[in-house]
């Protein structure tokens, strides 16, 4: 924008276990300004539906934000945060079933027998009480961060509803996983009139070589031939679903959860459009440039990812150029609509130091800072 002030959108997920989405935008914006102190910035919070959502959401005008009582994906207590929005309740599914919930092996992944017990029933039950209490005209579950792989089969049972395995018994999701016991038949809960909405990180199906079992189940403690049991489990779970709800896209969004919200005749949207059109849906017209960006860019980051969603309507809205910062990236990884992407980090370092929110913050100020510099010369040129 020659002649004019400069105009720059940051618009950052969180980098999971060390900076918020505000806070890592505040950085970019930090560097930004650095580089250019007349620079017209503008920095809003936005998440995908996974952990950081209700963050997001917290800043829309009107919203309130108020804590409940819930158990967590092995059934321990927990308190859960939710945020109100006119008459619609929205929960995390992070904050209740997150994966850094799970216990760790001394390597750091989840223990091996995470896939039979973790489920999601402490959501349902959260999100029945929060029905019943409120009365809402949309119940709104982002659906993305979780450490389970259940199909949304103790979310149904959490919900009032009934599962059943092929004797007609009923399933009871405190004794394990029901889609490695056998849930192939289920009675859906009564609902009332309340409207049901899935906010997706992921486009994924429920099953096949893209769905939750074989894409996200081994992050989670399965191991291959877990995977498998998952794989045939959620096969024949979805078929009592409905059979077209396990290619509908967003159905393996949280281990499956998103083909159970579907079950119940709710809508699957792209977390970050919907977060996005809650808070600031013009947010990036007449931008000169876009910041976005996230923890880890790799082959997920353009299945419906904070960095995605933002490149696709920052292009929509005219933006001339979007960049995405991340902690690390995959070797060749891309997404559509971006036009760089960049590590925060200058050589390799440790994951304890990578991980420390200053040195993110540093980095994500530093990294802002060059970019800015380098495409203001350009400008400039």
Same mark, same amino acid.
């Given at each position: 924008? =020659?002649?004019?002030?400069?105009?720059?959108?940051?618009?950052?997920?969180?980098?999971?276990?060390?900076?918020?989405?505000?806070?890592?935008?505040?950085?970019?914006?930090?560097?930004?300004?650095?580089?250019?102190? &007349?620079?017209?910035?503008?920095?809003?919070?936005?998440?995908?539906?996974?952990?950081?959502?209700?963050?997001?959401? #917290?800043?829309?005008?009107?919203?309130?934000?108020?804590?409940?009582?819930?158990?967590?994906?092995?059934?321990? !207590?927990?308190? #859960?945060?939710?945020?109100?929005?006119?008459?619609?309740?929205?929960?995390?599914?992070?904050?209740?079933?997150?994966?850094? %919930?799970?216990?760790?092996?001394?390597?750091?992944?989840? $223990?091996?027998? +995470? !896939?039979?017990?973790?489920? =999601?029933?402490?959501?349902?039950?959260?999100?029945?009480?929060?029905?019943?209490? *409120?009365?809402?005209?949309?119940?709104?579950? /982002?659906?993305?961060?979780?450490?389970?792989?259940?199909?949304?089969?103790? %979310?149904?049972?959490?919900?009032?509803?009934?599962?059943?395995?092929?004797?007609?018994?009923?399933?009871?999701?405190?004794?394990?996983?029901?889609?490695?016991?056998?849930?192939?038949?289920?009675?859906?809960?009564?609902?009332?009139?309340?409207?049901?909405?899935?906010?997706?990180?992921?486009?994924?199906?429920?099953?096949?070589?893209? /769905?939750?079992? &074989?894409?996200?189940?081994?992050?989670?403690?399965?191991?291959?031939?877990?995977?498998?049991?998952? $794989?045939?489990?959620?096969?024949?779970?979805?078929?009592?679903?409905?059979?077209? %709800?396990?290619?509908?896209? /967003?159905?393996?969004?949280?281990? /499956?959860?998103?083909? #159970?919200? +579907?079950?119940?005749?709710?809508?699957?949207?792209?977390?970050?459009?919907?977060?996005?059109?809650?808070?600031?849906? %013009?947010?990036?017209? *007449?931008?000169?440039?876009?910041?976005?960006?996230?923890?880890?860019?790799?082959?997920?980051?353009?299945?419906?990812?904070?960095?995605?969603?933002?490149?696709?309507? +920052?292009?929509?809205?005219?933006?001339?150029?979007?960049?995405?910062?991340?902690? =690390?990236?995959?070797?060749?990884?891309?997404?559509?609509?971006?036009?760089?992407?960049?590590?925060?980090?200058?050589?390799?370092?440790?994951?304890?130091?990578?991980?420390?929110? +200053?040195?993110?913050?540093?980095?994500?100020?530093?990294?802002?800072?060059?970019?800015?510099?380098?495409?203001?010369?350009?400008?400039?040129?």
């Amino acid at each position: 924008m =020659s002649g004019a002030q400069w105009r720059v959108v940051v618009a950052m997920d969180s980098f999971k276990g060390s900076l918020g989405s505000a806070d890592a935008g505040a950085a970019v914006a930090r560097g930004v300004i650095k580089a250019d102190p &007349h620079a017209w910035v503008t920095v809003i919070a936005t998440a995908d539906g996974g952990e950081g959502t209700l963050d997001a959401l #917290a800043t829309v005008h009107g919203a309130r934000r108020a804590r409940a009582m819930a158990t967590d994906l092995l059934g321990r !207590p927990i308190t #859960a945060d939710y945020v109100m929005v006119n008459d619609s309740v929205i929960i995390e599914s992070a904050s209740i079933l997150g994966l850094p %919930l799970l216990p760790q092996t001394p390597q750091g992944r989840p $223990e091996p027998d +995470a !896939p039979q017990l973790a489920t =999601s029933f402490g959501l349902g039950l959260m999100a029945r009480a929060l029905i019943d209490r *409120h009365r809402p005209r949309s119940l709104v579950i /982002g659906l993305g961060g979780t450490g389970c792989s259940d199909g949304g089969t103790g %979310l149904i049972v959490g919900l009032g509803g009934t599962v059943l395995d092929a004797d007609g018994a009923s399933l009871d999701p405190r004794e394990g996983n029901p889609v490695l016991r056998g849930a192939c038949a289920v009675q859906l809960p009564d609902l009332g009139d309340v409207e049901v909405i899935g906010l997706t990180d992921v486009t994924a199906p429920l099953t096949g070589p893209t /769905g939750a079992a &074989h894409v996200f189940a081994a992050q989670k403690g399965a191991d291959q031939v877990t995977v498998g049991e998952l $794989e045939e489990g959620l096969r024949r779970w979805g078929q009592a679903l409905g059979a077209g %709800l396990t290619v509908q896209p /967003g159905a393996g969004a949280a281990g /499956g959860i998103g083909a #159970a919200l +579907a079950a119940l005749g709710g809508e699957l949207k792209s977390g970050v459009e919907w977060v996005l059109d809650a808070g600031t849906p %013009l947010a990036f017209e *007449h931008a000169d440039m876009v910041f976005t960006g996230e923890g880890r860019i790799d082959s997920q980051s353009s299945m419906g990812k904070v960095p995605d969603g933002v490149a696709q309507r +920052a292009r929509r809205q005219g933006a001339r150029t979007v960049v995405a910062l991340a902690g =690390s990236v995959e070797p060749g990884a891309s997404v559509p609509g971006i036009d760089s992407v960049f590590p925060i980090h200058a050589s390799p370092v440790m994951l304890a130091e990578a991980m420390n929110p +200053a040195a993110t913050a540093q980095g994500l100020e530093n990294t802002a800072r060059q970019v800015t510099a380098l495409a203001r010369g350009i400008a400039k040129s």
